[in-house]
Structure formats: C-alpha cells, structure tokens
C-alpha cells in the first residue's frame, strides 16, 4: 500500500488508539455526528462545522483530525463496520463465513447504514489521488480483518496453505456489495448460501 494510505492510517489509528480519556470521547461523539448527518442531510451536505456543531466540539478539532470530508466519512463507516460486521471464531470455515455474511447483509439492508456506503463511494469520486488512497485503505482494512477467518482454516487443515485469503474474502463479499450499491437486489438467505458455497469452492474447499 501506498504511503499516502501508510501515513493517513497512522494518524487515523494514533487516536483510535487511545482507549479512553477526552480524545476517545471527542472521537465517538465526532463519527456520530458524521453518521448522523451523512443519514439525515446526506454526503453532499457534510461539512466539518455541522458535524462539530452536532458533536459539541470545536471546529478546528474536526479539522485537525480529519482534514477532508472523504476522511471524515470513510473512519465513520470504518467504526461502524467494526461493531457490526465483527470477525467470527467458530472453529468451522462455513460456519464463520456464513455468520460474517449474514451480519454484512444486515447492514447492508439497512438504509440508514447504506447511506454511508454510498456516502463513502461519493467521497472517493471527489477525493484527490491521497485521499482515494485513504479510502482504499478502508477497504483494505475490512479485508484485512476478515482475511483472519481464511488463516484460522489453514491452520486447522480446511483450506491449502495456498490459498489466496483476500480472493476467498472476495469472492464471498463482493456479491453482495454490487446487489446492494448497484443493482438494488436483495440479499436472502439462499442468495447468501450460494455465496458461501462459491467462496469454499474458490478456496479449494468442499461446499
């Protein structure tokens, strides 16, 4: 990854790494503020003085931390995806790859929680070639993360220990991102099964 994603993810992880004190507390009411807004006035109408405004903090805070909208957003829906897309330890490849995908179609059905993906879609449209670089590393994050559940099945001897992690993670998330930014389609539990089933054949697993 670039270094533009190396240098604005260190600074984004220096505050989330403070677990407690006025800077975590300044940073939850921040990118509360910014989903708020995002679902209530959408991204076109984000700015760092409304979101400090709703947050109760000064601008120049906003500011400081998140010098651009894209920033704003893309560490808004970072947080979100963290608590509700968490990264399940089941002892069983299906098992974990079924429960991280309903747990992903529940926020992708939801339409204040869409608004934020297509809010961070917009934001990589406006974004100069450093900031499309951070929004890249919000992505690449959330495979990352994900990406563990792929090691786990190696190491148990479900997997081979060639596989691609990443392009398992892709071939069992990406459907359901398009159905829900592109297409509108739903996400069922049988479209979800077919997900599954075509990521553990993908990884040379039986479906």
């Known amino acids: 990854m670039g270094e533009a994603v190396t240098s604005v993810g260190a600074g984004l992880d220096k505050v989330r790494s403070r677990p407690g004190g006025r800077s975590a507390k300044v940073r939850e009411l921040v990118l509360a503020a910014v989903r708020a807004e995002i679902e209530e006035q959408g991204y076109g109408a984000l700015s760092h003085r409304a979101v400090a405004k709703r947050a109760g903090v000064d601008p120049a805070t906003v500011y400081r931390r998140w010098p651009s909208?894209?920033?704003l957003a893309a560490d808004a829906l970072l947080e979100i995806a963290r608590a509700a897309v968490p990264i399940p330890d089941n002892g069983s490849l299906e098992a974990d790859l079924a429960e991280f995908l309903d747990a992903l179609a529940g926020v992708l059905s939801d339409p204040r929680l869409l608004q934020l993906f297509h809010a961070l879609s917009a934001a990589r449209a406006e974004a100069e070639a450093d900031l499309r670089e951070t929004l890249h590393s919000f992505w690449a994050t959330r495979y990352k993360g994900a990406e563990a559940m792929i090691e786990r099945a190696i190491e148990r001897?479900?997997?081979?220990?060639?596989?691609?992690p990443h392009e398992v993670i892709e071939q069992l998330v990406a459907p359901s991102y398009f159905r829900a930014l592109v297409t509108g389609e739903g996400l069922d539990e049988e479209f979800r099964r077919r997900c599954v089933a075509t990521a553990q054949r993908a990884s040379g697993s039986p479906s």
């Open 69 to 71: 909208r894209p920033e």
């Open 157 to 164: 001897g479900e997997m081979p220990a060639d596989v691609d």
